[in-house]
């Protein structure tokens, strides 16, 4: 038997704080709008180019989409 479980998320502007993801960075933040930006801090990051905690407001919106999965984070001790 097959089961399947489809689970539809629509996201909008204004559904802020989001995480968000940048697939050309390598870095997720977790953004607020600030116009034609975004402003928040990176909690993940692919890249070296990047640290977990820079804080920026003129993120480029263009260059993220909504992220829709799962993140977990927790001290490492």
Known sequence: MIKEQIKKITLTWED???????????????????????????????????????????WDKSEFTPFLGEITLKNDL
């Not at 940048?22 to 180019?49: F, Q, R, V, W």
């Open 16 to 58: 802020y704080p989001l995480l968000m993801w940048s697939p050309k960075l390598g870095i997720m933040i977790i953004a607020l709008d600030n116009g034609d930006y975004l402003k928040g801090a990176i909690c993940y990051t692919e890249t070296d180019n990047f640290v977990v905690g820079i804080y920026d407001e003129k």
